[in-house]
């Protein structure tokens, strides 16, 4: 049987940019440990549209200013998975939001969660996508 590798579960594009943007020391260094070359952190993410983006969740200001914009940088199949203290670890990050609250606020913005996944023993994610209904066909 066969190591699953870390970064499966996140379903990276394969060929296309894979791009992750966050401030902590704990969100770098797992993209990092993580992902290895195969994600790019970045300060900002390029101008356009991306299949894959992560970002972490920052502790202040308000969720829905957080995403909105966001679904505009995906192309239409693409993932934004973003990244969050779980529940034990909330307090000790400082970080205001429950789960609820961060999948509320992006179902808000117009997109659909279809996926959670353990980033770090301390951090958490969720898939968005946009929906189906709403994703464009190039030319049309």
Avoid at 35 to 56: A, D, K
Avoid at 66 to 71: C, I, N, S, T, W
Avoid at 73 to 87: A, D
Wanted: hydrophobic share 40%.
């Amino acid at each position: 049987m066969s190591a699953r590798s870390p970064w499966a579960k996140f379903s990276l594009p394969g060929e296309e940019p894979a791009y992750a943007r966050g401030r902590s020391a704990e969100f770098r260094r797992t993209v990092r440990e993580t992902f290895g070359p195969l994600v790019e952190w970045v300060e900002r993410f390029p101008s356009g549209r991306h299949t894959w983006l992560m970002e972490e969740v920052p502790s202040e200001g308000s969720l829905s200013a957080f995403f909105r914009g966001l679904e505009k940088l995906l192309t239409p199949s693409g993932s934004l998975w973003v990244v969050f203290p779980k529940k034990p670890f909330k307090e000790e990050c400082g970080f205001p939001f429950d789960w609820a609250d961060v999948q509320r606020a992006g179902l808000a913005s117009g997109l659909v969660d279809n996926k959670i996944a353990a980033f770090s023993k301390r951090l958490t994610s969720i898939r968005f996508v946009i929906p189906v209904a709403r994703r464009k066909a190039p030319g049309r």
